[in-house]
Protein backbone atom coordinates (compact mmCIF):
# COMPACT_ATOMS: atom_id res chain seq x y z
CA UNK A 1 0.00 0.00 0.00
CA UNK A 2 1.41 3.48 -1.11
CA UNK A 3 -0.60 6.84 -0.92
CA UNK A 4 -0.38 10.32 -0.07
CA UNK A 5 -2.99 12.07 2.35
CA UNK A 6 -2.84 15.71 3.10
CA UNK A 7 -5.91 17.96 4.10
CA UNK A 8 -5.10 21.52 5.31
CA UNK A 9 -8.16 22.69 6.40
CA UNK A 10 -9.45 22.88 10.17
CA UNK A 11 -12.77 22.21 10.15
CA UNK A 12 -15.88 23.79 12.52
CA UNK A 13 -19.13 21.81 12.14
CA UNK A 14 -22.42 23.05 13.22
CA UNK A 15 -25.28 25.03 14.30
CA UNK A 16 -23.67 28.35 15.39
CA UNK A 17 -20.41 27.71 14.88
CA UNK A 18 -18.84 30.64 13.67
CA UNK A 19 -19.86 32.66 16.88
CA UNK A 20 -18.52 29.67 18.78
CA UNK A 21 -15.20 29.32 17.45
CA UNK A 22 -14.81 33.42 16.88
CA UNK A 23 -11.97 33.31 18.32
CA UNK A 24 -9.96 31.79 15.11
CA UNK A 25 -10.45 34.94 13.07
CA UNK A 26 -8.15 36.59 15.46
CA UNK A 27 -5.11 34.46 14.28
CA UNK A 28 -5.33 35.97 11.00
CA UNK A 29 -4.61 39.59 11.41
CA UNK A 30 -6.99 42.65 11.30
CA UNK A 31 -7.72 43.46 7.77
CA UNK A 32 -10.42 41.03 6.11
CA UNK A 33 -11.25 40.84 2.25
CA UNK A 34 -14.45 39.11 2.55
CA UNK A 35 -15.38 37.33 -0.83
CA UNK A 36 -19.23 36.71 -1.96
CA UNK A 37 -21.94 36.40 -4.63
CA UNK A 38 -24.56 39.07 -5.19
CA UNK A 39 -26.83 37.21 -2.91
CA UNK A 40 -25.54 34.12 -1.55
CA UNK A 41 -23.94 36.16 1.14
CA UNK A 42 -27.04 37.96 2.55
CA UNK A 43 -29.71 35.40 1.75
CA UNK A 44 -28.13 32.63 4.00
CA UNK A 45 -27.25 34.93 6.71
CA UNK A 46 -23.52 33.83 6.65
CA UNK A 47 -22.55 37.55 5.67
CA UNK A 48 -24.15 39.35 8.97
CA UNK A 49 -23.43 36.52 11.01
CA UNK A 50 -19.31 37.08 9.70
CA UNK A 51 -19.26 40.91 9.97
CA UNK A 52 -20.81 40.56 13.48
CA UNK A 53 -18.02 38.38 14.53
CA UNK A 54 -15.14 40.96 12.92
CA UNK A 55 -17.19 43.72 14.45
CA UNK A 56 -17.05 42.34 17.99
CA UNK A 57 -13.29 41.47 17.58
CA UNK A 58 -12.17 44.91 15.96
CA UNK A 59 -10.95 43.51 12.41
CA UNK A 60 -12.16 45.81 9.81
CA UNK A 61 -13.34 44.47 6.13
CA UNK A 62 -14.05 44.77 2.60
CA UNK A 63 -17.08 43.12 0.82
CA UNK A 64 -16.26 42.40 -2.49
CA UNK A 65 -19.87 41.04 -3.38
CA UNK A 66 -19.69 40.95 -7.51
CA UNK A 67 -18.50 37.38 -7.45
CA UNK A 68 -20.71 35.69 -10.91
CA UNK A 69 -21.72 31.85 -10.89
CA UNK A 70 -18.48 29.74 -12.49
CA UNK A 71 -16.53 32.90 -12.05
CA UNK A 72 -14.08 33.62 -14.65
CA UNK A 73 -10.49 35.07 -14.66
CA UNK A 74 -11.26 38.52 -15.22
CA UNK A 75 -13.90 38.39 -12.18
CA UNK A 76 -11.01 37.09 -9.95
CA UNK A 77 -8.72 39.30 -10.96
CA UNK A 78 -10.82 42.53 -10.32
CA UNK A 79 -11.26 40.86 -6.92
CA UNK A 80 -7.49 40.67 -6.72
CA UNK A 81 -6.68 43.84 -6.99
CA UNK A 82 -9.59 44.99 -4.72
CA UNK A 83 -7.79 42.86 -2.16
CA UNK A 84 -3.95 44.72 -2.83
CA UNK A 85 -5.84 48.10 -2.80
CA UNK A 86 -7.28 47.19 1.14
CA UNK A 87 -4.21 45.62 1.77
CA UNK A 88 -6.13 42.73 3.21
CA UNK A 89 -4.14 40.42 6.11
CA UNK A 90 -7.00 37.00 4.90
CA UNK A 91 -9.57 36.41 2.76
CA UNK A 92 -13.14 35.10 3.72
CA UNK A 93 -14.84 33.29 1.16
CA UNK A 94 -18.55 33.06 1.43
CA UNK A 95 -21.06 31.09 -0.38
CA UNK A 96 -21.73 28.72 -2.87
CA UNK A 97 -17.98 26.85 -4.84
CA UNK A 98 -18.40 30.17 -7.27
CA UNK A 99 -17.47 32.54 -3.94
CA UNK A 100 -15.23 30.04 -2.13
CA UNK A 101 -13.45 29.01 -5.88
CA UNK A 102 -12.91 32.96 -6.37
CA UNK A 103 -11.41 33.21 -2.66
CA UNK A 104 -8.87 31.46 -3.35
CA UNK A 105 -7.87 32.71 -6.97
CA UNK A 106 -7.83 36.23 -5.02
CA UNK A 107 -6.06 35.32 -1.80
CA UNK A 108 -3.12 34.57 -4.68
CA UNK A 109 -3.80 37.57 -6.69
CA UNK A 110 -3.86 39.92 -3.60
CA UNK A 111 -0.05 39.05 -3.11
CA UNK A 112 1.33 38.36 -6.43
CA UNK A 113 1.45 40.43 -9.45
CA UNK A 114 0.21 38.24 -12.24
CA UNK A 115 -1.53 37.74 -15.15
CA UNK A 116 -4.08 35.24 -13.79
CA UNK A 117 -4.04 32.96 -16.51
CA UNK A 118 -0.86 31.84 -14.57
CA UNK A 119 -2.89 30.60 -11.99
CA UNK A 120 -2.74 27.54 -13.21
CA UNK A 121 0.70 26.54 -13.35
CA UNK A 122 0.54 26.58 -9.43
CA UNK A 123 3.64 28.34 -8.85
CA UNK A 124 3.47 31.70 -6.80
CA UNK A 125 6.26 33.62 -5.44
CA UNK A 126 4.43 34.68 -2.35
CA UNK A 127 2.06 32.29 -0.57
CA UNK A 128 -1.41 33.42 -0.68
CA UNK A 129 -2.88 35.24 2.03
CA UNK A 130 -4.85 32.51 4.52
CA UNK A 131 -8.44 31.49 3.48
CA UNK A 132 -11.46 30.51 6.00
CA UNK A 133 -14.51 29.29 4.11
CA UNK A 134 -18.26 29.79 4.76
CA UNK A 135 -20.17 27.38 2.84
CA UNK A 136 -23.62 28.00 1.70
CA UNK A 137 -24.40 25.20 -0.59
CA UNK A 138 -23.87 21.63 0.03
CA UNK A 139 -22.17 20.74 -2.80
CA UNK A 140 -18.93 21.34 -4.29
CA UNK A 141 -16.75 21.10 -0.65
CA UNK A 142 -14.86 23.36 -1.72
CA UNK A 143 -14.55 24.40 2.01
CA UNK A 144 -11.96 21.22 2.28
CA UNK A 145 -10.34 21.21 -1.20
CA UNK A 146 -7.54 23.32 -2.56
CA UNK A 147 -9.18 23.63 -5.56
CA UNK A 148 -10.38 26.71 -7.42
CA UNK A 149 -12.24 26.24 -10.65
CA UNK A 150 -12.43 29.25 -12.96
CA UNK A 151 -13.79 29.71 -16.29
CA UNK A 152 -11.21 30.54 -18.96
CA UNK A 153 -12.87 32.15 -22.19
CA UNK A 154 -9.33 31.73 -24.16
CA UNK A 155 -9.83 27.78 -23.53
CA UNK A 156 -13.33 27.88 -23.76
CA UNK A 157 -13.95 25.37 -20.97
CA UNK A 158 -13.22 25.59 -16.80
CA UNK A 159 -10.35 24.24 -15.86
CA UNK A 160 -8.87 24.02 -11.74
CA UNK A 161 -5.73 24.90 -10.36
CA UNK A 162 -4.93 25.12 -6.62
CA UNK A 163 -2.03 23.95 -4.47
CA UNK A 164 -0.99 23.15 -0.50
CA UNK A 165 -1.28 26.95 0.11
CA UNK A 166 -4.93 27.15 -1.42
CA UNK A 167 -6.44 24.77 1.10
CA UNK A 168 -8.92 26.90 3.57
CA UNK A 169 -6.93 27.28 6.66
CA UNK A 170 -10.16 27.21 8.27
CA UNK A 171 -13.55 26.05 7.00
CA UNK A 172 -16.66 26.80 9.05
CA UNK A 173 -19.86 24.78 8.53
CA UNK A 174 -23.14 25.66 9.64
CA UNK A 175 -26.31 24.02 8.05
CA UNK A 176 -28.43 26.80 8.78
CA UNK A 177 -27.06 28.66 6.10
CA UNK A 178 -28.31 26.39 3.67
CA UNK A 179 -31.77 26.82 4.55
CA UNK A 180 -31.64 29.20 2.30
CA UNK A 181 -31.50 27.74 -0.87
CA UNK A 182 -33.84 27.16 -3.99
CA UNK A 183 -34.90 23.75 -4.44
CA UNK A 184 -32.86 23.29 -7.96
CA UNK A 185 -29.70 24.88 -6.18
CA UNK A 186 -30.36 22.40 -3.38
CA UNK A 187 -30.90 19.24 -5.75
CA UNK A 188 -27.88 20.49 -8.22
CA UNK A 189 -25.42 21.46 -5.70
CA UNK A 190 -26.39 17.52 -3.68
CA UNK A 191 -25.66 15.70 -7.42
CA UNK A 192 -22.62 17.79 -7.26
CA UNK A 193 -21.47 16.44 -4.36
CA UNK A 194 -22.44 13.03 -5.00
CA UNK A 195 -20.45 12.88 -8.19
CA UNK A 196 -17.42 14.22 -5.78
CA UNK A 197 -17.76 10.81 -3.92
CA UNK A 198 -18.51 8.83 -6.41
CA UNK A 199 -15.55 10.26 -8.85
CA UNK A 200 -13.28 9.75 -6.12
CA UNK A 201 -14.40 6.33 -5.34
CA UNK A 202 -13.62 5.46 -9.18
CA UNK A 203 -10.68 7.05 -9.72
CA UNK A 204 -6.83 5.91 -10.72
CA UNK A 205 -5.79 7.66 -7.28
CA UNK A 206 -8.31 6.47 -4.67
CA UNK A 207 -6.94 4.66 -1.54
CA UNK A 208 -8.06 3.03 1.15
CA UNK A 209 -8.12 5.97 3.42
CA UNK A 210 -10.36 8.11 0.48
CA UNK A 211 -12.48 5.13 -0.46
CA UNK A 212 -13.68 5.06 3.61
CA UNK A 213 -15.14 8.45 3.51
CA UNK A 214 -16.57 8.06 0.03
CA UNK A 215 -18.48 5.35 1.35
CA UNK A 216 -19.61 7.34 4.44
CA UNK A 217 -20.52 10.01 2.17
CA UNK A 218 -22.84 7.67 -0.14
CA UNK A 219 -24.37 5.82 2.99
CA UNK A 220 -25.77 9.87 3.89
CA UNK A 221 -26.18 10.52 0.55
CA UNK A 222 -28.39 7.72 0.12
CA UNK A 223 -30.17 8.55 3.50
CA UNK A 224 -30.98 11.90 1.92
CA UNK A 225 -32.32 10.82 -1.48
CA UNK A 226 -36.00 10.34 -0.56
CA UNK A 227 -35.95 14.08 0.94
CA UNK A 228 -34.47 15.39 -2.30
CA UNK A 229 -37.25 13.75 -4.57
CA UNK A 230 -40.06 14.66 -1.69
CA UNK A 231 -38.65 18.33 -1.60
CA UNK A 232 -38.45 17.72 1.78
CA UNK A 233 -36.03 20.00 2.93
CA UNK A 234 -35.55 19.95 6.96
CA UNK A 235 -32.61 20.98 8.86
CA UNK A 236 -31.75 17.20 9.45
CA UNK A 237 -31.57 16.66 5.85
CA UNK A 238 -29.84 19.91 5.36
CA UNK A 239 -27.27 18.65 8.29
CA UNK A 240 -27.07 15.87 6.28
CA UNK A 241 -26.16 16.98 2.91
CA UNK A 242 -23.88 19.36 3.94
CA UNK A 243 -21.77 16.54 6.31
CA UNK A 244 -21.94 14.70 3.09
CA UNK A 245 -20.54 17.40 0.35
CA UNK A 246 -17.57 17.99 2.62
CA UNK A 247 -16.74 14.56 3.27
CA UNK A 248 -16.80 14.14 -0.67
CA UNK A 249 -14.63 17.49 -0.95
CA UNK A 250 -12.55 15.50 1.18
CA UNK A 251 -12.31 12.61 -1.18
CA UNK A 252 -11.47 14.65 -4.09
CA UNK A 253 -8.96 16.84 -2.14
CA UNK A 254 -7.00 13.51 -2.39
CA UNK A 255 -8.39 12.01 -5.62
CA UNK A 256 -9.25 14.93 -8.04
CA UNK A 257 -12.60 14.39 -9.99
CA UNK A 258 -12.68 12.13 -13.41
CA UNK A 259 -14.61 12.08 -16.54
CA UNK A 260 -18.02 13.03 -15.15
CA UNK A 261 -16.56 16.57 -14.34
CA UNK A 262 -14.58 16.55 -17.89
CA UNK A 263 -17.37 16.59 -19.48
CA UNK A 264 -19.79 18.25 -17.59
CA UNK A 265 -17.46 21.64 -18.00
CA UNK A 266 -18.72 21.98 -21.68
CA UNK A 267 -22.14 21.58 -20.57
CA UNK A 268 -21.38 24.44 -18.34
CA UNK A 269 -19.60 26.56 -20.65
CA UNK A 270 -21.55 26.19 -23.39
CA UNK A 271 -24.96 25.36 -22.53
CA UNK A 272 -25.06 27.51 -19.38
CA UNK A 273 -26.27 24.49 -17.34
CA UNK A 274 -25.34 24.30 -13.23
CA UNK A 275 -22.51 22.44 -12.46
CA UNK A 276 -24.50 19.72 -10.53
CA UNK A 277 -26.74 19.27 -13.13
CA UNK A 278 -24.53 18.69 -15.92
CA UNK A 279 -22.48 16.14 -13.79
CA UNK A 280 -25.63 14.44 -13.14
CA UNK A 281 -27.44 14.39 -16.61
CA UNK A 282 -24.04 12.14 -17.65
CA UNK A 283 -24.11 10.34 -14.50
CA UNK A 284 -25.90 6.83 -15.96
CA UNK A 285 -24.23 6.54 -18.74
CA UNK A 286 -20.69 7.23 -16.67
CA UNK A 287 -21.78 4.57 -14.58
CA UNK A 288 -22.43 1.96 -17.05
CA UNK A 289 -19.23 3.18 -19.10
CA UNK A 290 -17.35 2.37 -15.89
CA UNK A 291 -19.04 -0.91 -14.98
CA UNK A 292 -16.75 -3.02 -17.13
CA UNK A 293 -13.66 -2.18 -14.84
CA UNK A 294 -15.34 -1.23 -12.01
CA UNK A 295 -18.46 -3.47 -11.47
CA UNK A 296 -17.79 -4.38 -7.67
CA UNK A 297 -16.95 -0.50 -6.32
CA UNK A 298 -20.35 -0.23 -8.66
CA UNK A 299 -22.28 -2.23 -7.23
CA UNK A 300 -21.66 -1.01 -3.68
CA UNK A 301 -22.40 2.71 -4.53
CA UNK A 302 -25.45 1.47 -5.86
CA UNK A 303 -25.81 -0.71 -2.08
CA UNK A 304 -25.19 2.31 -0.51
CA UNK A 305 -27.34 4.68 -2.28
CA UNK A 306 -30.20 1.73 -1.47
CA UNK A 307 -30.85 1.78 -5.56
CA UNK A 308 -31.30 -2.07 -7.44
CA UNK A 309 -29.39 -0.93 -10.54
CA UNK A 310 -27.77 1.86 -12.23
CA UNK A 311 -30.95 2.73 -14.31
CA UNK A 312 -33.34 2.80 -11.22
CA UNK A 313 -30.67 5.38 -9.90
CA UNK A 314 -30.47 7.04 -13.08
CA UNK A 315 -34.28 7.37 -13.75
CA UNK A 316 -34.17 8.80 -9.66
CA UNK A 317 -31.30 11.70 -11.47
CA UNK A 318 -33.91 11.93 -14.25
CA UNK A 319 -37.01 12.79 -11.86
CA UNK A 320 -34.81 15.51 -10.36
CA UNK A 321 -33.37 17.16 -12.74
CA UNK A 322 -35.38 17.58 -16.24
CA UNK A 323 -33.25 16.79 -18.80
CA UNK A 324 -33.49 19.96 -20.97
CA UNK A 325 -30.89 20.14 -23.68
CA UNK A 326 -29.92 18.02 -26.55
CA UNK A 327 -26.52 18.29 -28.54
CA UNK A 328 -25.96 18.03 -32.25
CA UNK A 329 -23.55 16.20 -33.37
CA UNK A 330 -21.05 19.27 -34.05
CA UNK A 331 -21.47 20.03 -30.32
CA UNK A 332 -20.60 16.56 -29.41
CA UNK A 333 -17.42 16.09 -31.34
CA UNK A 334 -16.45 19.41 -29.99
CA UNK A 335 -16.78 19.09 -26.42
CA UNK A 336 -15.46 15.42 -26.71
CA UNK A 337 -12.21 16.94 -27.74
CA UNK A 338 -12.50 19.55 -25.17
CA UNK A 339 -13.18 16.47 -22.70
CA UNK A 340 -9.94 14.82 -23.88
CA UNK A 341 -7.65 17.69 -22.74
CA UNK A 342 -9.18 17.80 -19.17
CA UNK A 343 -6.70 16.44 -16.51
CA UNK A 344 -9.41 15.02 -14.56
CA UNK A 345 -10.30 12.60 -17.60
CA UNK A 346 -7.10 10.78 -17.40
CA UNK A 347 -7.94 10.30 -13.54
CA UNK A 348 -10.52 8.33 -15.16
CA UNK A 349 -10.31 4.00 -13.76
CA UNK A 350 -11.35 2.88 -17.26
CA UNK A 351 -9.42 4.36 -19.75
CA UNK A 352 -10.99 6.69 -22.26
CA UNK A 353 -10.87 7.65 -25.41
CA UNK A 354 -12.56 10.51 -27.06
CA UNK A 355 -15.42 7.93 -29.28
CA UNK A 356 -16.26 6.62 -26.03
CA UNK A 357 -17.14 10.41 -24.65
CA UNK A 358 -18.91 10.59 -27.62
CA UNK A 359 -21.04 7.78 -27.03
CA UNK A 360 -21.54 8.93 -23.76
CA UNK A 361 -22.37 12.53 -24.58
CA UNK A 362 -24.89 10.98 -27.03
CA UNK A 363 -26.52 8.63 -24.88
CA UNK A 364 -26.69 11.38 -22.29
CA UNK A 365 -27.61 14.22 -23.84
CA UNK A 366 -27.54 13.15 -27.66
P1 LIG B 1 -22.71 28.65 -7.00
O1 LIG B 1 -22.40 29.00 -8.42
O2 LIG B 1 -21.76 29.08 -5.97
O3 LIG B 1 -24.17 29.19 -6.62
C1 LIG B 1 -25.29 28.85 -7.40
C2 LIG B 1 -26.46 29.81 -7.08
O4 LIG B 1 -26.94 29.56 -5.76
C3 LIG B 1 -26.04 31.27 -7.12
O5 LIG B 1 -27.05 32.00 -7.76
C4 LIG B 1 -25.94 31.64 -5.65
O6 LIG B 1 -26.17 33.01 -5.41
C5 LIG B 1 -27.01 30.79 -5.05
N1 LIG B 1 -26.83 30.48 -3.61
C6 LIG B 1 -25.73 29.97 -3.01
N2 LIG B 1 -25.99 29.73 -1.70
C7 LIG B 1 -27.26 30.13 -1.48
C8 LIG B 1 -28.10 30.14 -0.32
N3 LIG B 1 -27.70 29.64 0.85
N4 LIG B 1 -29.35 30.65 -0.45
C9 LIG B 1 -29.80 31.11 -1.65
N5 LIG B 1 -29.06 31.12 -2.78
C10 LIG B 1 -27.80 30.61 -2.69
O7 LIG B 1 -22.99 27.07 -6.95
P2 LIG B 1 -22.15 25.82 -6.43
O8 LIG B 1 -22.73 24.65 -7.10
O9 LIG B 1 -22.03 25.82 -4.96
O10 LIG B 1 -20.68 26.08 -7.01
C11 LIG B 1 -20.40 25.82 -8.36
C12 LIG B 1 -18.97 26.21 -8.66
O11 LIG B 1 -18.06 25.45 -7.85
C13 LIG B 1 -18.61 25.89 -10.10
O12 LIG B 1 -17.79 26.90 -10.63
C14 LIG B 1 -17.86 24.58 -9.98
O13 LIG B 1 -17.00 24.32 -11.07
C15 LIG B 1 -17.12 24.79 -8.68
N6 LIG B 1 -16.66 23.54 -8.02
C16 LIG B 1 -15.56 23.62 -7.23
C17 LIG B 1 -15.07 22.50 -6.59
C18 LIG B 1 -13.86 22.61 -5.73
O14 LIG B 1 -13.34 21.60 -5.25
N7 LIG B 1 -13.35 23.78 -5.50
C19 LIG B 1 -15.72 21.27 -6.74
C20 LIG B 1 -16.86 21.22 -7.54
C21 LIG B 1 -17.32 22.37 -8.17
P3 LIG B 1 -25.03 34.15 -5.69
O15 LIG B 1 -25.02 34.37 -7.17
O16 LIG B 1 -25.49 35.30 -4.93
O17 LIG B 1 -23.71 33.60 -5.20
FE1 LIG C 1 -17.95 19.42 -8.73
Redesign the pocket.
Not at 65 to 86: H, S
Not at 117 to 142: C, H, M, Q, W
Given at each position: MEFKYYLGTKVFFGKDCIFNNRDEFSDFGKRAFIV??????K??G?LDDVLKVLNQLGISSFIF?R?????TLENVEEGGNEAAKFKADFVIGI???????AA?AIAVLAVNRMDPRELYTNRFDKKPLPILAV???A????EV?P?????NNDAQT?M?F?NNDTFPAVAFLDPR??????RD?TV??AI?ALS?AIEGYLNKRSMPVSDLIAEQALKIFGECMDSLVKEDFNYDIREKLLYASMLA?MV??QTG?TLM?GMG?SL?YFKDL???KANGLLMREYLKFNYENAGEKIDNILKLLNAESIDELGNILDKLLCQSISLSKEEIDFYASQTMKQKSTYNNLRNVTREDVEVIYQRSVG
Amino acid sequence: MEFKYYLGTKVFFGKDCIFNNRDEFSDFGKRAFIVTGKTSGKKSGALDDVLKVLNQLGISSFIFDRVENNPTLENVEEGGNEAAKFKADFVIGIGGGSPLDAAKAIAVLAVNRMDPRELYTNRFDKKPLPILAVPTTAGTGSEVTPYSVLTNNDAQTKMSFGNNDTFPAVAFLDPRYTLSMSRDTTVNTAIDALSHAIEGYLNKRSMPVSDLIAEQALKIFGECMDSLVKEDFNYDIREKLLYASMLAGMVIAQTGTTLMHGMGYSLTYFKDLPHGKANGLLMREYLKFNYENAGEKIDNILKLLNAESIDELGNILDKLLCQSISLSKEEIDFYASQTMKQKSTYNNLRNVTREDVEVIYQRSVG
